[in-house]
């Protein structure tokens, strides 16, 4: 129940979160940028691999503008619980700038495919969710074999400060509270080997890290 309660407050604020950082981004400058950005973050992870144009890509908690929109001429799912008021609520989403991309206004615990992905992206998700082992298993079971996924996570930099925001609703946004030794481990522990970790952004509570691995054959 209370798992239930602190996810249901954390989407509420995420979705004022957007309202707020948006409301005075004029829509086509914010764009590019994201594009932008989302290029940078895969030319780090071209280190590790590269995303072929027949494979099949998810992003997973896509939010309004996700990794999505790096492989929008592709054979590519983007989801999200908020897909539907983010249309609803921002001129920056609008499914028709995307048509060829499959949207699903899901949860990851409860998203469902009748195929899976060569390639999946989750960033800065995986700690929004409800349930994050669930989540976890889900990403790695809509996952093929020898699939790439890359995860990107703010971990915790010290154990007591860790420990108290799991007690207190320190981080409404995020309702879990892991370090970078737990976040690996969540994905080797399913049958991924770890390819390499980049740090994207040093802060004093958090470090932001993209995670690479690859689901074993």
Not at 117 to 138: G, L, P, R, T
Not at 165 to 183: A, S, V
Request: neutral net charge; glycine residues 4%.
């Amino acid at each position: 129940m209370y798992k239930k309660w602190r996810w249901n407050i954390a989407q509420f604020v995420e979705r004022r979160w957007w309202q707020n950082y948006l409301k005075n981004k004029e829509v086509q400058p914010y764009l590019q940028w994201k594009l932008a950005y989302w290029q940078g973050l895969y030319d780090k992870c071209k280190l590790y691999f590269e995303v072929n144009p027949n494979d099949s890509v998810l992003d997973a908690g896509c939010g309004p503008a996700g990794a999505f929109m790096l492989f929008d001429k592709m054979d590519t799912t983007a989801f999200d619980p908020l897909i539907d008021t983010y249309e609803t609520d921002l001129p920056h989403f609008k499914k028709s700038m995307y048509p060829q991309i499959h949207f699903v206004n899901a949860g990851l615990e409860d998203f469902n495919s009748d195929k899976q992905f060569q390639v999946i992206f989750c960033m800065n998700a995986i700690n929004h969710v409800e349930d994050i082992y669930k989540s976890f298993d889900k990403l790695i079971s809509l996952a093929t074999h020898g699939a790439h996924l890359v995860v990107t996570i703010d971990a915790h930099n010290y154990s007591i400060f860790k420990k108290l925001f799991r007690m207190l609703p320190g981080d409404i946004l995020h309702p879990h509270q892991y370090d970078l030794d737990e976040y690996k481990s969540m994905l080797t522990d399913r049958g991924c080997s770890l390819l390499g970790i980049e740090k994207l952004k040093h802060e004093f509570f958090f470090d932001h890290y993209m995670i690479i691995v690859r689901k074993a054959n």
